[in-house]
């Protein structure tokens, strides 16, 4: 029987799994953004107790940076291969909210197939799983060539 | 801003002892008293740095330091702030002393930490972003400091050789320091066949979270030419300043910057600005400095902070390196002490160990790792959650 998906915690992400977004929060009627929306800051450009609009952010942006981690991270992360397997981390700075955003970058790509500045695209991924359930997260995704030029 | 006077410092040596802290924190204590020729009972104020790894105690530090030395009735307070905790510890005493309020106080900091990765509170605590980031991305403190590193790389064509220069540069400036964690000199190869932690970071790239304490005496100026203290070294500038909002620089332990994209971002970044208003404070600038103690969380973070102090352009700090300007012996070294890599880390009471260090070099005290002539120094430093800390010490 398939496993149920389910997200590794609430309310930060879509489940869409061609098309997921990242759950973030708006200061109404300004360009200001925070990720996730439930430890929001603050714009203090703003008077007084902000309107926060819970949004989708935008799903691309480039590069900021990257590394891994070759050693597995210590709890709360949950190693999910025997041996640990390396991961890619990246850092991506969206298009329309100007703001860089942590992930994992999906299984196949390391820093040598990485720099600054490519073209980046949200993903949704296995986090890691237990009998019953798939523990999702978003992972970032290098766009391909060709999806870039018929952007 | 008022200057205050630096009588005495002291430090347990860094380590991995196992011991209590409160015991590291005590021994600089009396090191730092008896260095002042100050008696502990004159003292009107403790302020000491937390540790939030060795439970309560760590929590109270100034009374614990206070309790361990025998209370005398003094004022106390305690000081969070990660990293910086030990410069915002030196602030509370500064503005105690320049209020009138004390003559005499005694900042201390200790920390006993265990080995490996430092990892969140245990528990399922998703308000929690430090905890957030470990769950969700599997972000070690090291994964920080190796986008850091790749960003320069990528950007300026730092090189992995550049970075293990940092580490072998600051371990021969170690090999004279007998308080340090590491006294062993480190060639290029040491560090080229150490394993990777963080692409492009290895293992004697990154800082070695140690056990030490380090305290420090200071008084208002009257009080010091009042004892015998005629000339000296002197608090000129502390910066503890939080970032300016949109704060575009990832950083610990955040899983998102602030967003770009309806506010302009301020042109001094967050980390610049450390530098900048401790500066400001004291009335000097990059070009005054002999000497500086910068937070190499990493090899490759030192060589930001050469930028982010102003000591050069950005991308320009591998030159630096390379030419030799950040070696004793140099224009302007960096890192006497050994630094984070080889003095190592002890998180709460590292930045009084800054301090400590470029005291010993203002006064001519530091023996075979002596930056001759140095009359200004200056201390960089960075943690989690917006804080930092520079302090401005002059002669």
Same mark, same amino acid.
């Given at each position: 029987m398939a496993k149920t998906r389910v997200p590794a915690v609430e309310g930060m992400f879509t489940m869409d799994p061609d098309d997921p977004h990242l759950i973030g929060a708006k200061i109404a009627g300004r360009d200001s953004y925070f990720f996730p929306c439930h430890l929001a800051g603050g714009d203090p450009g703003v008077a007084g107790p902000a309107q926060l609009e819970e949004v989708e952010l935008s799903s691309r942006g480039t590069v900021w940076s990257y590394t891994t981690s070759d050693y597995p991270p210590p709890?709360?992360? *949950? *190693?999910? /291969?025997d041996p640990y397997q390396p991961i890619t981390v990246a850092a991506v700075q969206l298009h329309t909210e100007k703001m860089v955003i942590l992930g994992q970058v999906v299984e196949g790509y390391g820093p040598d197939d990485l720099h600054v500045g490519q073209e980046m695209k949200l993903a949704l991924d296995v986090l890691y799983e237990d009998d019953d359930n798939e523990y999702m997260v978003w992972k970032w995704r290098p766009t391909d060539p060709i999806e870039s030029e018929l952007r | 801003m008022d200057e205050i006077a630096i009588l005495g410092v002291g430090m347990h040596p860094w380590g991995k002892w196992g011991r209590n802290f409160v015991e590291y924190g005590t021994h600089a204590a009396h090191e730092a008293l008896a260095d002042a020729g100050v008696d502990w009972n004159d003292v009107g104020f403790v302020s000491g740095a937390i540790t939030v790894r060795c439970g309560y105690p760590g929590y109270v530090s100034g009374s614990t330091f206070a309790r361990a030395l025998g209370f005398n009735g003094s004022q106390v307070s305690s000081s969070y702030a990660a990293c910086a905790s030990g410069a915002t510890a030196l602030q509370v005493a500064r503005g105690q002393i320049l209020s009138g309020a004390c003559d005499v106080a005694i900042v201390v900091g200790a920390d006993t930490t265990p080995k490996g990765f430092l990892a969140p509170n245990a528990g399922d605590r998703p308000d929690d972003m430090d905890w957030l980031r470990f769950h969700l991305? %599997? @972000? /070690?403190n090291p994964v920080y400091f190796g986008l850091h590193a790749r960003r320069r790389m990528d950007l300026y064509g730092a090189t992995t050789d550049d970075f293990a220069m940092v580490k072998v540069k600051n371990s021969r400036h170690s090999v004279h320091n007998e308080r340090a964690r590491f006294t062993k000199e480190y060639g290029l190869d040491d560090v080229r066949n150490s394993p990777v932690v963080s692409n492009p970071l290895r293992l004697l790239d990154i800082c070695a979270t140690s056990d030490g304490g380090a305290a420090i005496v200071v008084s208002s100026m009257d009080y010091a030419k009042a004892h015998g203290h005629s000339d000296p070294v002197r608090v000129a500038g502390i910066s503890t300043v939080t970032p300016t909002y949109p704060d575009t620089m990832i950083d610990l332990p955040y899983l998102a910057t602030d967003s770009g994209a309806g506010t302009p971002e301020p042109e001094v970044g967050f980390k610049e600005s450390i530098g900048h208003s401790a500066y400001a404070e004291a009335g +000097? $600038?990059? =070009? =005054?400095? =002999?000497v500086a103690e910068v937070y190499d969380l990493s090899s490759a973070l030192e060589l930001d902070w050469y930028e982010q102090l102003g000591f050069c352009a950005s991308g320009d700090a591998e030159k630096l390196l390379r030419d030799g300007v950040t070696t004793i012996g140099g224009r302007l070294p960096v890192n006497?002490? %050994? %630094? +984070? $890599? @080889?003095?190592g880390e002890a998180v709460p009471a590292q930045a009084l160990a800054q301090v400590c260090e470029l005291t010993w070099q203002l006064r001519g005290? @530091? $023996?075979?790792r002596q930056v001759e002539g140095a009359r200004v120094g200056v201390t960089a430093n960075q943690g989690l959650f917006g804080h930092g800390s520079s302090v401005v010490v002059r002669r």
């Amino acid at each position: 029987m398939a496993k149920t998906r389910v997200p590794a915690v609430e309310g930060m992400f879509t489940m869409d799994p061609d098309d997921p977004h990242l759950i973030g929060a708006k200061i109404a009627g300004r360009d200001s953004y925070f990720f996730p929306c439930h430890l929001a800051g603050g714009d203090p450009g703003v008077a007084g107790p902000a309107q926060l609009e819970e949004v989708e952010l935008s799903s691309r942006g480039t590069v900021w940076s990257y590394t891994t981690s070759d050693y597995p991270p210590p709890p709360p992360f *949950v *190693v999910n /291969t025997d041996p640990y397997q390396p991961i890619t981390v990246a850092a991506v700075q969206l298009h329309t909210e100007k703001m860089v955003i942590l992930g994992q970058v999906v299984e196949g790509y390391g820093p040598d197939d990485l720099h600054v500045g490519q073209e980046m695209k949200l993903a949704l991924d296995v986090l890691y799983e237990d009998d019953d359930n798939e523990y999702m997260v978003w992972k970032w995704r290098p766009t391909d060539p060709i999806e870039s030029e018929l952007r | 801003m008022d200057e205050i006077a630096i009588l005495g410092v002291g430090m347990h040596p860094w380590g991995k002892w196992g011991r209590n802290f409160v015991e590291y924190g005590t021994h600089a204590a009396h090191e730092a008293l008896a260095d002042a020729g100050v008696d502990w009972n004159d003292v009107g104020f403790v302020s000491g740095a937390i540790t939030v790894r060795c439970g309560y105690p760590g929590y109270v530090s100034g009374s614990t330091f206070a309790r361990a030395l025998g209370f005398n009735g003094s004022q106390v307070s305690s000081s969070y702030a990660a990293c910086a905790s030990g410069a915002t510890a030196l602030q509370v005493a500064r503005g105690q002393i320049l209020s009138g309020a004390c003559d005499v106080a005694i900042v201390v900091g200790a920390d006993t930490t265990p080995k490996g990765f430092l990892a969140p509170n245990a528990g399922d605590r998703p308000d929690d972003m430090d905890w957030l980031r470990f769950h969700l991305v %599997g @972000a /070690t403190n090291p994964v920080y400091f190796g986008l850091h590193a790749r960003r320069r790389m990528d950007l300026y064509g730092a090189t992995t050789d550049d970075f293990a220069m940092v580490k072998v540069k600051n371990s021969r400036h170690s090999v004279h320091n007998e308080r340090a964690r590491f006294t062993k000199e480190y060639g290029l190869d040491d560090v080229r066949n150490s394993p990777v932690v963080s692409n492009p970071l290895r293992l004697l790239d990154i800082c070695a979270t140690s056990d030490g304490g380090a305290a420090i005496v200071v008084s208002s100026m009257d009080y010091a030419k009042a004892h015998g203290h005629s000339d000296p070294v002197r608090v000129a500038g502390i910066s503890t300043v939080t970032p300016t909002y949109p704060d575009t620089m990832i950083d610990l332990p955040y899983l998102a910057t602030d967003s770009g994209a309806g506010t302009p971002e301020p042109e001094v970044g967050f980390k610049e600005s450390i530098g900048h208003s401790a500066y400001a404070e004291a009335g +000097l $600038g990059p =070009d =005054d400095v =002999d000497v500086a103690e910068v937070y190499d969380l990493s090899s490759a973070l030192e060589l930001d902070w050469y930028e982010q102090l102003g000591f050069c352009a950005s991308g320009d700090a591998e030159k630096l390196l390379r030419d030799g300007v950040t070696t004793i012996g140099g224009r302007l070294p960096v890192n006497p002490s %050994g %630094g +984070l $890599g @080889a003095f190592g880390e002890a998180v709460p009471a590292q930045a009084l160990a800054q301090v400590c260090e470029l005291t010993w070099q203002l006064r001519g005290e @530091a $023996g075979a790792r002596q930056v001759e002539g140095a009359r200004v120094g200056v201390t960089a430093n960075q943690g989690l959650f917006g804080h930092g800390s520079s302090v401005v010490v002059r002669r």
